[in-house]
């Protein structure tokens, strides 16, 4: 019985950080560390950035596999969702924009002005409804 568990949890493991290292490669291949290093200003630090992102990587797999239990309390919890997003809309916005998402669709459109406010509404409708899903806990039985 432990056998078998003791496997599953290494093949669990296994998969996750196959899934990872993937997700590392994408971002590493789409070049989203240097376009984020150049749109900060700190080409100095991309070795920081790949192993941040690498670590975050390792450490979302055990978050995911093994449900360690953080006593973050409401304080943690609203800093790591910070950073969570700021990751996550970052990386959504860098790979719109290394696909010419919003060129493309204002073209489209015929748009010539206002795209910046299409760019903050997307931005505040993912933010309020990411809120209201964590707060009514849409999901969740």
Do not use: D
Not at 89 to 95: D, K, P, S
Request: net charge positive; with cysteine; aromatic share 12%.
């Amino acid at each position: 019985m432990a056998g078998s568990k003791i496997f599953l949890a290494a093949v669990g493991f296994s998969g996750g950080s196959l899934v990872a290292g993937g997700v590392v490669a994408l971002i590493v291949g789409l070049g989203i560390i240097r376009r984020f290093a150049g749109i900060s200003h700190t080409a100095a630090h991309v070795r920081v950035y790949e192993t941040a992102i690498c670590l975050g990587g390792i450490w979302g797999n055990i978050m995911t596999v093994y449900f360690p239990k953080l006593p973050l309390q409401w304080p943690g919890l609203l800093v790591m969702g910070l950073f969570f997003g700021i990751f996550v809309g970052g990386w959504i916005m860098a790979l719109a924009e290394m696909l010419n998402v919003f060129p493309v669709f204002a073209r489209r459109l015929n748009l010539t002005k206002g795209t910046s406010w299409i760019v903050v509404g997307l931005a505040l409708g993912k933010t309020v409804g990411s809120l209201l899903e964590f707060y009514l806990r849409w999901g969740k039985k």
